[in-house]
Structure formats: C-alpha cells, structure tokens
C-alpha cells in the first residue's frame, strides 16, 4: 500500500467522475497492463477496487472513473463526495485478474456503461501493439457515457462502436451478425451490468463460442448470503481446526474472527482475491469470479460469499 495523490478529479458523464492519481513526489508508478485494477482504501474498513483506464505504458499517472451508484454500500458515494483534488489516498498495487490473452488475432471488446473503464486499457494496449480489435460500448444515452470524446478523438476511433438505446436503429448492437461466426483466433472481453454480460455471455454460447474464448469481469454482484441457508463447518487441514459457519455468516468472516489470514478484497466474488484450495467436499459457488469449468473443478472456492453444499468443507489451510 502507498500514497498517491489526487491531481485532478474530472465529471466525465452524468453521475461518472474520473481521478488522476499521481506520485505525490512526482515518482513514476508501478507498472500495469491491461485489466488490471487498484484497491482504493477510501477510509478505513472501505476498500474498493477500480480498473486503471489510462493507456498500460503510461507510468506517471494512474485513472480510474467511478459510477455514483444510488444502490452502491458507500464506495462510489464516498469517492464521489469526500475525495477531493489535492488529497492523498492510499491505494494498493496494480493487480490484473482481466488479462488479455497475446495470441489471438482478433479481439471483441464489449463494455456496457462505467464497464468501459478496463477496455479503454485494453484498447490503447491492441492499438499500440497494431492487434485487430472492435470496442462495442453500450448504453442508454451518450450523456451517461464516460469518455465518448476521447475515444472519437483517439486514433482508434474506426475501431469504437456505440451503441445507445436512445439511438436509431441502425446502431443498436447486433449480436446475431457480431458474434455468428466463432473462430479460434478470435476472443471476447465484456465488463459492464450482469444483465447486460449475461446477455452478451449467453449469445455466444449459444453460438458456439468456446467457453475459454469468454472473458468477464463483474465490477459488482448482489450480497447472496442470507439467514435461511444452511450451516455447515469448514475443516482447516493444515491447522486441524474445524470451525462452524453459521447461516447468514460467510465463511470469510468466520475465518477472521477465528484469527486466520485470508486476503480478501472486494468481499462481493468479484475480485478473486480471497480464493482458497478447497480439498474435499462440495463448495456451493455463488461467485462471479470463476469460470464454469473452474466451479466444476470443485478445488478452490471464495469464502466471502460461496458456501458448502456438503456439511463439511475441508481447505488447504
Ligand atoms: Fe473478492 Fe472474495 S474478496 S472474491
């Protein structure tokens, strides 16, 4: 963790505001690449993660964009409303769990709303390394949408779609005519709503698409825990300890106050950090992280929200 300072703070759309972050000693940063993201300790207790949307050679500056969200737990309101140019905020490492694969020869990027923020990365990144690529940027309105004049000014711009429920016809996103013809050389990106991913995700399945051509990123997921799932016990087999989960209670929690390490981030089975081999047993995945065949593979779970179909859950720790 380090501090950066604040040196602009910009309204990009209704209700989006982006943030420089940079050294406050004029440093250069950390390196990133694209689809990697940062954890703002906004205050203590409040970490949130945002994708660095900035081109992933630029050293001497991080940005993020943040949705102020009506229904968010306190994150984006408190990004909106008590960070201010000037302050400085302690953020972790760039960390990337939405790599790019190098190898394919063409790439489908599709972003609905603030999920434009990782395929902007991604875009300055196949732009400068001369890789085919189409951005599709979905949305209800253009004054919703974070960084349309950037991207028509960019030297990509032939390659960024828009496509706006508002608009004519002839814009809106054709899926059928996008996603018909799945070639092994071709990968997909999506960031935006569920619905939104589901939609896109759904479409190319059914199309055909491969399952490891479809890369996601959820940037947030309803709280599924609730008081009438079941209990379980989770068997920590390196430790032989046996400690109960009640319902209502997630597994991450009952971890820590047990005074067991788990890192953990975004807390809603997003992010990915909090993943733990799992031995033995049936993990109930509720997740957005893994993919289908990780889930199946049944080996590791995220504690923060996944449960236990069987009555015991045995992990590597
Ligand atoms: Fe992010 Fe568990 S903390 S997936």
């Known amino acids: 963790m380090h501090k950066i300072k604040v040196n602009r703070k910009l309204k990009e759309a209704e209700g989006i505001t982006s943030f ?35 081109p ?30 000037g302050d400085l905020i302690t953020i972790g490492l760039p960390r990337n769990l939405f790599e790019l694969d190098g190898g394919a020869e063409h790439y489908l990027l599709f972003a609905g709303g603030i999920g434009i923020t990782p395929m902007l990365a991604m875009a300055h990144h196949l732009y400068a390394q001369g890789k085919s690529f189409a ?39 054709d899926l059928p005519q996008l996603l018909g013809t799945p070639s092994p050389s071709q990968q997909l990106y999506i960031c935006g709503p569920t619905g939104f991913m589901d939609f896109v995700l759904n479409e190319a399945r059914g199309r055909g698409w491969h399952e490891d051509a479809l890369h996601r990123e959820y940037f947030s997921a309803p709280v599924t825990t609730t008081a009438q799932d079941p209990a379980f016990e989770v068997e920590l087999r390196q430790s032989q300890r046996v400690i109960a989960i009640p319902a209502a209670r997630t597994v991450l929690e009952m971890l820590l106050e047990a005074g067991v390490e788990v890192a953990s981030s975004c807390e809603q ?11 033995e047993g049936q993990p109930d995945h509720r997740d957005q992280f893994l993919t289908a065949q990780e889930r199946q593979a049944n080996n590791c779970f995220t504690p923060c929200c996944s449960r236990s179909f069987s009555p015991r859950l045995v992990l590597d720790l």
């Open 135 to 173: 951005l599709h940027y979905c949305g209800r309105t253009a004054a919703r949408l974070a960084f349309v004049q950037q991207l028509r000014h960019s030297p990509f711009a032939n390659a960024v779609h828009f496509h706006l429920d508002d608009g004519p016809t002839s814009q809106r996103l």
């Open 20 to 54: 420089e972050l940079v050294s406050p000693a004029g440093d250069e940063l950390p390196a990133f690449t694209a689809g990697a993201h940062i954890d703002i300790h906004i205050r203590p207790g409040l970490v949130r993660q945002y994708s660095l949307c900035n």
């Open 269 to 279: 089975g997003v992010c990915g950090s909090c993943l733990i081999p799992v031995l």
């Open 56 to 85: 992933p050679g630029e050293t001497h500056r991080y940005v993020i964009a943040v949705l102020n969200e009506p229904t968010s737990r306190g994150g984006s309101k408190a990004m909106h409303d008590s960070i201010e140019e």
